[in-house]
């Protein structure tokens, strides 16, 4: 077997199914821990992004609008405080969440709607 001191990866599990996805994700993480490689992965899944990475950069517009460093102890698994914190971090750079909130943005972007769906 190849022990390459650089992995390149760009959006490697794209194409897979949910738990193919999950069982290549999980390989990825243990291979990196056996051989220590250095690891560029290009992904557009935050939560993929959290549980492979050191660091996490954002891009916008070709620069980097945010860096992140992942400080989070491994094996790591999607969720509990500090996994959604950081999640909301980068999905709120990324205009996804409104900032400090878990909704996504409403349509008026002032508050998320109610559960019957008024404002």
């Not at 992904?43 to 959290?50: G, I, Q, R, S």
Request: charged share 25%; proline share 8%.
């Amino acid at each position: 077997m190849r022990q390459p001191k650089l992995l390149l990866l760009d959006e490697p599990f794209a194409a897979l199914d949910a738990l193919t996805r999950l069982k290549m994700q999980a390989l990825v993480a243990e291979l990196v821990a056996t051989y220590r490689p250095g690891v560029l992965l290009v992904t557009h899944d935050v939560e993929e992004a959290l549980l492979l990475a050191d660091r996490v950069f954002v891009l916008k517009e070709g620069r980097i609008s945010l860096d992140v460093a992942v400080g989070l102890r491994r094996p790591r698994v999607v969720g509990g405080p500090a996994f959604d914190d950081l999640r909301n971090r980068l999905l709120a750079e990324l205009g996804v969440v409104e900032p400090n909130r878990w909704q996504p943005w409403s349509r008026s972007k002032s508050r998320p709607p109610t559960r019957s769906g008024a404002n």
